[in-house]
């Protein structure tokens, strides 16, 4: 697994859904077999592993998770955003 630098959609998302301190959100990269391991052999193209969104650490960071994309995607911007929007707790309807 890859740790990927955050693309701006990232930020644009949690600024549009009201965070406006200092906040950690980590972007990785894995391959088509690290992902069925993470889901048990299932597939997923992205993935997320939010933590408290409420929480303000005693250092004043907001952490909001990680974000798991794999590499057989194209469009990273597009999935690093809907990760995101999970990690704020906004999911399907």
Do not use: W
Request: aromatic share 8%; charged share 25%; glycine share 8%.
């Amino acid at each position: 697994m890859k740790k990927l630098v955050n693309p701006p959609i990232i930020d644009k998302t949690i600024r549009e859904h009201g965070v406006t301190g200092k906040y950690d959100v980590n972007l990785f990269e894995c391959s088509e077999s690290e992902m069925k391991k993470l889901l048990d052999g299932k597939y997923h193209n992205v993935l997320s592993f939010p933590l408290d969104f409420d929480t303000i650490y005693p250092d004043g960071i907001v952490r909001l998770g990680d974000i798991v994309i794999c590499d057989q995607e194209i469009d990273v911007e597009f999935l690093a955003g809907h990760g995101c929007l999970h990690l704020l707790g906004i999911h399907h309807e």
